[in-house]
C-alpha cells in the first residue's frame, strides 16, 4: 500500500526455477506483476498441495511468504516464515532477512535473538546478519524510547485507505484509495483497491469538510500521490506511474516517476526541472528543503538496498545530478518518504535500520553517524511512514497501518512548545566563524544534534522553551574550543554566542595599588555574561588565576580604592595565556578610611571619638560592598606577650562589635588578635623607644579576606 519499490529481501525469488503447471505460472504472473493479493491463495494451494504429497515445495513456499508479505498479511507470512526456517537446510540468507522482519510485525522480539543465534553462524560472511546479532541488544532500548510528539487518528473512512498527508491552503492534501475517479478497470493488484488519488480536504474551524479530489494538478489513470509543495507553495513536486512499461527478464514494471510542478497565475505548469526519471528504475517521493534541494526516492542501480534516498541541488534553473546520501542514511532496506523540517532534520521511513517493525520513522540531522529511532507513539510494529511536522506549530501527520493493517492518516501534535534559538559563532578574532560543526546536548547531557554554521558564523535550531542545552564547539585542528550552557526563553532577541579560544587558554591578572606595587588582599570578581561566576583574592604578588573561556569580564575591589571594572579585551582571546593588569586608583576625601585613626589609650580597648568617625566609614563601605572582611588590633611591645595578645583581641572585638551595632552581619567580619606579634617599627622587648613610636604599634587593621 506504500508503494514500496521491489524490496531487496525478495528480489531473490526471480532468480528460481520455475515449475511449468498452468496454476504455478499464473501464480508467478501474479506475483511478478505484485498483484499479490489475488496470487497469495494461489501459493497456498500449492504449498498445500505439496505437503500432502510429503514433498514440501521450496520455491512455491517463498512465493507464499513473500505474497503474504506483500499483501500485509504477517500472521501468516510468518506461519509460513516458521515453515521454511524449520527446514534451515534450505533457507538461504535473504529467508533469513525477511523472517527477521516478518517477527518485528508481529512483535515478537524474543523469537529474533533467538532466530539470529541459530541463523546468523550458519552465514558468517553476512554482513547483514551481523549487524542485526550486533545491533538487537539495543532493541529494548528503542522499544523503550518515547517520541516528543502524540498521536491521534485523523478521521475514520469506510472505503480504501489514505496516507501521506500534507498541510495546504485551509486544508489537507492526502493520498487515498477510497475513490474510483478512472475508467473503470482501476483496482490495483497488489492491494485488491482502488489506484490512488489526491484529494482535498478543507477545515473549517478545525473541523474536516467534504473530501473532493484535488484537479488543480491535472491526474493520471494509474496511481497519483504522494505530493509535496516548497515552503512558499510556489513548486509541487508529485509522484505517479510512468507510461512506458518495463517487461526486462519477463516481469513488469509501471516504474514510478517523479514529476515538477511551478505554479504561475494560479495555474500549475509542468517543468522539466528533474532530468532523472528512467524507464529502468523509479523515482519518487520527492520533497525540498528551504534552499529547494531535492531529496527523493529511488532504487537506481549504485544504491546500498531496496530504495535509497537521494539529493539534488538546486541551481537556479534545474536539479544537478543526484547524491547518494549514503551508508549514514541508506540500508539494504528500504528508506523512503523523505521530509525536511523547518529546523534542517531529515525524517524518512525505513524498514532497514533497527525498529519496531515494518517502516520505522527516523531522524537525521546530516552529520551524524546514523539515523535515530523517533519512538512510541510515532512508530508502531507496524507501517509507520510519510512522517511531516511544522515544528514551531508543533502539528504534523504521520501514516501508519497500526490498525488492522489498514493505512490512515494521524495527527502528531508536540507536547511542548518550541521557538528558533539563533546561535553565533566567532573565532578568537572576533571574526564569523564559517562551516563549523557545533554540537549540540540536552539538559541530561544527552547528545542531541550537530550544527554547521554558515559563512556568517550564525546557525539556528528549533529548541523547547524552558529546556535547558549545552553548546559545545571543538576544532581538533586549530585546538580552539568553547561551549556554554544556557536556557531557550520565550525571547525573539535571545542570541547564544561563543567566541573560539584556544584549549586550556589560562589568564593572570596582576592588581597593582598606585605606587606600582603588587596590591595585597584585592577583592577580584569574575563575570560570565553579567553573571558572577567566582571571587578571588590576591596574594602578595598582587595575582589572581583564572579560565580565560569562561570569564568575559571582571571587577577589583580593595578597601581605600576605587573599584576598577574592565572586560576580557580582544585582542588577547587567541593568546594561550593572557596576562592583564590594573593600576588601583586610590580613594580620597570622606571616602578614605583612614584605621591610623583607629586609636587606643595605653592598656585600654576602648574607642575613641575619633576611631568612630572611621569605623562609619567602613560601615558605609560594607553596606555598599557584598564582601567579607578580617578586623586585626595590635599592641605595642610593652608588657607581658600573652597579656598583649589578650588585650588586642578586646581592642579588635570593641571594633567588631561597634560594627555589628550598625547592622553589618557578624559573618561577614572576623575579629582577630594579633598582640604584638606584628609590629611595624624596631620597637621590640627592651627596646627604647618615643611614645609616638610605641603608637604606631597600637593599631588597627583591615584587609578583604575570601570565603
Known sequence: ?????????????????????????????????????????????????????????????????????????????????????????????????????????????????????????????????????????????????????????FRSVEIGEEFSAVPFEEGVLLVTTGQNSGFVNRIYGKTGQFFTDLVYVKLVGGKQTKEVIWKDIKRTNPHDGPISFSSNNRYAFITTNQDEIDEKNKIKYDRLELEIFEKERDEWIKRDYFKWNSNTYSTGHGTVDDTLNLYFVSDMPGGFGGT??????????????????????????????????????????????????????????????????????????????????????????????????????????????????????KDCQNKPFAQQKVTLYKADGSYWKTLVSDDLGRMSYIGVIGEQYHLSFKDPITRLMDSVTFTNELDALQTIRLVARPKNQKSTLTVFNASRIPLDGALVRLYQKGKEIKKQITKKDGKVLFDGQTVDSFSITAINYREYVMKMPEDKKCDTLISLECTMGINTGN????????????????????????????????????????????????????????????????????????????????AKGYGEYRLKNKCENNVECTEEEHQQNRRTELRIISE
Not at 503447471?21 to 506475483?31: C, G, I, N, P, T
Not at 544537478?320 to 523547518?342: D, Q, T
Not at 579588635?652 to 562589635?657: A, H, P, Q
Request: proline letters at 3%; hydrophobic letters at 40%.
Open 1 to 153: 500500500m506504500k508503494r514500496i519499490i521491489i524490496a531487496a529481501i525478495l528480489s531473490f525469488i526471480t532468480q528460481l526455477s520455475f515449475a511449468q503447471s498452468f496454476k504455478r505460472e499464473y501464480a508467478e504472473k501474479l506475483s511478478n506483476q505484485f498483484n499479490y493479493v489475488e496470487a497469495y491463495p494461489v501459493w497456498v494451494e500449492l504449498v498445500n498441495e505439496s505437503i500432502e504429497l510429503n514433498n514440501l515445495d521450496i520455491p512455491s513456499l517463498r512465493f507464499c511468504i513473500a505474497a503474504a508479505f506483500g499483501s500485509e498479511q504477517y500472521v501468516e507470512a510468518l506461519k509460513w516464515s516458521d515453515m521454511l526456517l524449520a527446514k534451515s537446510k534450505d533457507a538461504v540468507e535473504a529467508d533469513v532477512l525477511l523472517h527477521l522482519q516478518i517477527l518485528l510485525l508481529n512483535k515478537k522480539y524474543d523469537a529474533i535473538k533467538q532466530q539470529l543465534t541459530v541463523s546468523a553462524p550458519l552465514f558468517p560472511t553476512s554482513v547483514e546478519l551481523q549487524r542485526w546479532k550486533s545491533d538487537v541488544d539495543q532493541l529494548p532500548t528503542i522499544l523503550q524510547r518515547k517520541s516528543v510528539y502524540d498521536v491521534n487518528l
Open 308 to 425: 535509497d534516498i537521494y539529493m539534488c541541488k538546486w541551481n537556479g534553473s534545474g536539479y544537478e545530478a543526484p547524491k547518494n546520501l549514503g551508508p549514514r542514511v541508506n540500508s539494504s532496506g528500504n528508506e523512503l518518504f523523505p521530509y525536511v523540517s523547518m529546523d534542517g532534520t531529515l525524517y524518512f521511513a525505513s524498514n532497514g535500520w533497527l525498529g519496531y517493525g515494518g517502516l520505522d520513522v527516523f531522524t537525521w540531522d546530516f552529520v551524524s553517524n546514523g539515523p535515530e529511532n523517533m519512538g512510541s507513539p510515532v512508530n508502531s510494529n507496524a507501517d509507520d511512514f510519510s512522517f511531516n511536522v511544522n515544528e514551531i506549530a508543533g502539528k504534523g501527520f504521520v501514516s501508519s497501518n497500526r490498525t488492522n493493517w489498514k493505512d490512515e492518516v494521524f495527527v502528531v501534535n508536540a507536547k511542548m512548545q518550541k521557538r528558533y534559538v539563533d546561535i553565533e559563532l
Open 591 to 670: 571616602a578614605f578610611i583612614n584605621l591610623d585613626q583607629v586609636l587606643y589609650d595605653y592598656n585600654k580597648w576602648d574607642l575613641r571619638s575619633e576611631s568612630i568617625i572611621e569605623l562609619d566609614k567602613l560601615v558605609k563601605y560594607m553596606k555598599s560592598n557584598d564582601l567579607k572582611v578580617e578586623l586585626s588590633s595590635h599592641t605595642d611591645s610593652r608588657g607581658e606577650d600573652v597579656y598583649n595578645e589578650w588585650l588586642s583581641q578586646q581592642r579588635s572585638n570593641s571594633c567588631v562589635n561597634y560594627i555589628i551595632s550598625k547592622g553589618i552581619s557578624s559573618t561577614r567580619i572576623i
